[in-house]
């Protein structure tokens, strides 16, 4: 049981390129989010997914887009990187039942040079 | 909107206590409680439901006050592997959580 995985754990971008992250769960699990953690903040949400099939944007969504491919897997997209993307990038789901409590993955430390 | 959490940081030794503030603006559905470790992701602690109920969970506990939007998490006889940051994230709309920006806890032997 990994709970929940993303890959890669470390990337470096230039400005403008583009790149995905992916997040997978295997806890069943119908809710999924992105959040983005900077120095000395708190967890920001980018997007999150209430099931499959559907997508909403959070609190700072912009310069992102968000695939829910499937139950198990929740991928984040940088279409053109800019320095201010530079983040740990935390993927999560969220339990069915009570106590509701989200899982996180481990994080993706994302440099934008 | 961000919850404010308070104090930004807490310097303790092993055995004393703490107590961490969470405030919001806007009526809560509920307020979970997490800890993070430098370089770890946040791990989940307890959620407080509307309903001012008060969680226990070995010696941290939380309570949720609904008249005024506030939860206060309680660390007693705080040891070394308490340490860390601790975030409360609110809950106002349906699955979305607004995360505050964290309380910084260092135990000390």
């Known amino acids: 049981n990994a709970g929940v995985t993303q890959t890669p754990k470390f990337q470096v971008l230039k400005t403008g390129q583009s790149m995905t992250l992916q997040c997978a769960q295997d806890m069943n699990h119908n809710s999924m989010y992105w959040y983005r953690q900077d120095p000395g903040m708190g967890l920001r949400l980018i997007y999150y997914s209430a099931s499959e099939g559907t997508t909403d944007k959070g609190e700072v969504p912009n310069g992102y887009n968000v695939s829910r491919l499937n139950k198990r897997e929740f991928s984040l997209r940088l279409e053109s990187a800019a320095p201010s993307q530079t983040s740990v990038y935390f993927c999560?789901?969220?339990?069915?039942?009570?106590?509701?409590?989200?899982?996180f993955g481990p994080g993706t430390r994302l440099t934008v040079t | 909107q961000q919850p404010v959490q308070s104090p930004q940081a807490v310097i303790l030794r092993e055995g004393e206590d703490a107590v961490i503030n969470c405030s919001s603006s806007k009526a809560l559905y509920s307020v979970h409680w997490y800890r993070q470790k430098h370089g770890e992701a946040p791990v989940f602690l307890m959620i407080l439901l509307k309903g001012g109920e008060q969680k226990g969970h070995d010696k941290i506990s939380a309570s949720f006050n609904e008249k005024k939007q506030q939860s206060s998490l309680y660390l007693t006889a705080s040891q070394l592997s308490y340490s860390g940051t601790y975030f409360c994230?609110?809950?106002?709309?349906?699955?979305?959580?607004?995360f505050g920006s964290g309380t910084q806890l260092t135990v000390l032997p």
């Open positions: 999560a789901s969220r339990a069915d039942r009570a106590p509701y409590e989200q899982y």
């Open positions: 994230g609110t809950e106002w709309s349906a699955r979305q959580l607004t």
